[in-house]
Structure formats: structure tokens, C-alpha cells
């Protein structure tokens, strides 16, 4: 691919990201406006760092047109980025530095790369980077190492950090042209526009004698689905290895990357568990989803990924109807009907009816409450169709409901008998047909 540079940096775009569904916002073609760039005589780069590295401006920090790497792309001139220049696209933007790559972050076509011709150590070689994928919306979408051509990384849509925002290390053994010769390192992607664009980022690139450890990485991700910003515990535990356990708080959005080493491979088996938080009901996914935790056996050393959902579980308020009578041994009605209403219910229903049977009389609703300020409900008893009622008391107003904890109130009715005692519209009803009886027998008995 013919490297194509551009004048200036790329003007700001910003590209927000809600969900998989969304439509991101595209960055936007070089203009003459564009700020000043940086590049290596301005920013007193120094190409060759020390301790053995062989890959000149991992961190892309000479800019663009850059002296070390070369670059293309479709519609942009450049992967190469400042958040000023671009934006950060829905993720973290350069890791170090002011500068990072950025590939995709455009709803149509866009391929683009950056390569260097890099002199390898003999005998043996690890290529490490630092990858991140704040957005995927297309699984054809992809990103790609190659070395003289040859594909030694690969992600696509359906890569398990898909989403997250925060780098994570990958490491690659290279030693297969660990020869002490030349040999091309060319970070690729193609993204085909279905959906959004996706954004795949790369910064500090690194290439270094020696075969790679055995690191077992764990990525762990925290999703609500209520979006409650809580911290929860999660611990990674293992059987062999270093550290055996680790232990660390996560939010939403903010994952966390656990690392595992000095393990035999093929021996390792490993766990990652949290502290569900009350209200909520875990489910983890590795792969194949799971209610009890994370986990895996036999690993070799490389990535591995652990989605943990906390679903947001109803809360139940019960509410008793008691009747208190003046003179119980006059039969009468324990039929009720009540309204529920709450406010800030986080999804769901939020009103409903209650009906009560009995003396007394017991019914519930189910509502789920907001984690941040809670949720206000009242119960509101219905008009009685019974004459001589009064409510006496309640504590169904203003009940304040959290995730994980119910709630439960009471309405007392008082009846008032005073000499006669007053009917339901039922009992009137009955009364009106006996005294219209009796007196078509004193009618008859008048003849």
C-alpha cells in the first residue's frame, strides 16, 4: 500500500458511543486549518531508545508525517492521532504520550496501516503493544500484525474487549525471524463501515530479544444493567502461578486486566469471582455463560476474557388491610381495592392495583428501585362503597425503596356502629327488598 502523509493533523472529530446500536459520528478529512503538527525535529525525539529496543517511536510520539513509520490511509491520510487532532473516539485516546494509532472512526471504507522496517535481535524475539477497542460495529471489521507479510496478530468484531475502554497488553513471540536480519512489522486494518465504524487503538509498540514469559492475562469487565456506577470486589484465584490470588475493585466501564506468571503451561486453572452486591443477581461470561463464576483449566499462556452482568432483582412491598369493627358480631364486607404508585423506578412497572380479601387483608406489587436516590411509593386505598368508614391510619405514604431491600406498610379501617348499624350499597340493597316485603304483608293483612 502506497503511504500517503498529510499537511496538518486531523481536525476534532468526536465520536460517541451509547451502545452497539448507535451511529457514531465520523472524523473528518484533513483541512487547512488543521493544528501543527509534531514530528521529530520539533518534539526532540530521540529514535533509538536504550535497552535493546529495536522498534524506533513505539509510541508514535514524532508525530505525523513521521520520520520512523510509515503511513496510509483511505480517508485520512494517517492512523496516527492527538486527541486534539481526533478526538478520543469513545475510548481512552493515546496511552502515553500525546500521540497513539487509530484505525477506523468512519461509517464507510477505511483501510489504513503503519509499518517499519525493524532489525530483529538473533535467536530469539517478543513483539509487545498495547491494544484497545473501545467500539466494534461490524464482525468483519479487523486489525492485524504482520511481518513481511506474514498475519501474527489478528482481532476482529468479535474480539472479547470489543467495547471496553482500556488498553490491554498483547504479546507476540516473534522469534521465528529472530535472525539478526531486517524484517517488516505492519500494524493493518480494513474496517467496512456496517453500522458505525469501528475504532481499534495501538500505542507502545515494543520489540525485544527473548522469547515472551508465560503471562496468562485476564480481562474482567463490569457491566449493570441499571447503569449503577458502584465499585464491586472481584478476585482472580489460581492454582499454581504468580500471584495465586488477586484481589480489586471494578466499575462499570473501567476494566481490569490481571496478569498471571511463572506457571507451567497447561497447568493453570483459575477463577475469577466477585462480591455481588445486594440487590443484584451475577452472571459471568467466559465464553459460555455461567451464574456461578469465570473459569478455566489447562491454560497456555496468552488472553482470556471475563464479562460479569449484575441484573438489578425486583423488590417486593406488602401491604395488609386491617378492618377494625365497633360491633363485630354485625356482618360485614373485607373487600378492598387500594392504587400503587412509586416514582424513579429504575425500568418496569410503576402503578398498578391491589385488592384486599379478609380481616386481614394481604396483597404485594414488585417495582425495580433506583440504586442512586431509591424509590418513593404510596398506596392509595380506593373510595369505600361502604357508608360509616373511615381511615384510621396508614404508613403506606412515601416508602422509600433500595435494590435488595423490600418494604411493608398497613391501612387501618375503623366501621362505626351507632345504634342501627350503617350497610354497604349490598346490604342496603337487601334491607330496601325486606321492608318492601313486610310491608306487602301488612298490606295483605289490611284487606
Not at 196 to 206: A, H, I
Not at 274 to 291: L, N
Not at 344 to 371: M, R
Request: hydrophobic share 40%; glycine share 12%.
Amino acid at each position: 500500500m502506497q503511504s500517503l502523509n498529510r499537511s496538518g493533523a486531523i481536525v476534532a472529530i468526536f465520536l460517541l458511543l451509547v451502545s452497539t446500536t448507535a451511529v457514531a459520528q465520523q472524523r473528518t478529512p484533513n483541512t487547512p486549518d488543521s493544528p501543527e503538527v509534531l514530528n521529530a525535529e520539533s518534539s526532540g525525539f530521540i529514535s533509538t531508545p536504550d535497552g535493546g529496543e529495536a522498534v524506533s517511536d513505539g509510541s508514535f510520539e514524532a508525530g505525523s508525517p513521521n520520520p520512523f513509520w510509515n503511513e496510509a490511509s483511505t480517508n485520512f491520510g494517517t492512523p496516527l492521532c492527538t486527541a486534539g487532532g481526533c478526538g478520543t473516539g469513545g475510548g481512552t485516546g493515546p496511552r502515553t504520550g500525546i500521540w497513539w494509532a487509530w484505525f477506523g472512526g468512519i461509517n464507510a471504507f477505511e483501510e489504513g496501516s503503519v509499518s517499519q522496517a525493524v532489525t530483529f535481535p538473533a535467536d530469539s524475539a517478543t513483539l509487545s503493544f498495547w491494544f484497545e477497542a473501545p467500539a466494534c460495529f461490524s464482525a468483519s471489521d479487523y486489525l492485524e500484525v504482520l511481518v513481511d507479510g506474514n498475519q501474527e496478530f489478528f482481532a476482529d468484531g468479535t474480539y472479547g474487549g470489543c467495547g471496553m475502554v482500556g488498553y490491554l497488553e498483547q504479546v507476540v513471540d516473534l522469534s521465528a525471524y529472530a535472525d539478526g536480519g531486517v524484517h517488516t512489522i505492519e500494524f493493518h486494518s480494513e474496517i467496512f463501515g456496517g453500522g458505525g465504524g469501528s475504532n481499534f487503538f495501538v500505542d507502545d509498540v515494543s520489540l525485544i530479544g527473548g522469547a515472551p514469559p508465560p503471562l496468562a492475562r485476564f480481562l474482567v469487565s463490569k457491566n449493570f444493567d441499571d447503569d449503577n456506577t458502584a465499585e464491586v470486589e472481584v478476585t482472580l484465584s489460581c492454582n499454581t502461578g504468580l500471584p495465586l490470588e488477586q484481589t480489586t475493585t471494578i466499575a462499570e466501564g473501567d476494566p481490569v486486566n490481571f496478569v498471571i506468571g511463572d506457571f507451567e503451561q497447561g497447568t493453570l486453572n483459575c477463577v475469577v469471582t466477585e462480591v455481588v452486591p445486594g440487590g443484584y443477581t451475577a452472571s459471568y461470561d467466559d465464553g459460555t455463560v455461567s451464574d456461578v463464576n469465570c473459569s478455566w483449566e489447562a491454560l497456555q499462556g496468552g488472553q482470556y476474557f471475563c464479562a460479569i452482568t449484575n441484573s438489578l432483582d425486583q423488590v417486593e412491598i406488602e401491604v395488609t388491610k386491617v378492618w377494625i369493627d365497633e360491633n363485630p358480631q354485625f356482618a360485614a364486607q373485607n373487600v378492598a381495592d387500594a392504587t400503587w404508585s412509586c416514582s424513579n423506578v429504575a425500568f418496569g412497572q410503576n402503578n398498578g392495583l391491589l385488592q384486599f380479601f379478609g380481616n386481614p387483608g394481604e396483597d404485594s406489587f414488585f417495582v425495580f428501585p433506583d440504586w442512586d436516590t431509591g424509590t418513593t411509593c404510596s398506596i392509595t386505598e380506593v373510595q369505600l362503597n361502604e357508608s360509616g368508614v373511615e381511615v384510621d391510619d396508614s404508613d403506606c405514604d412515601g416508602l422509600v425503596v433500595l435494590p435488595g431491600v423490600g418494604a411493608s406498610c398497613t391501612i387501618f379501617n375503623t366501621r362505626l356502629f351507632e345504634g342501627i348499624p350503617t350497610l354497604s350499597q349490598y346490604g342496603l340493597g337487601v334491607l330496601a327488598l325486606l321492608m318492601l316485603g313486610v310491608g306487602f304483608v301488612a298490606f295483605r293483612r289490611l284487606i
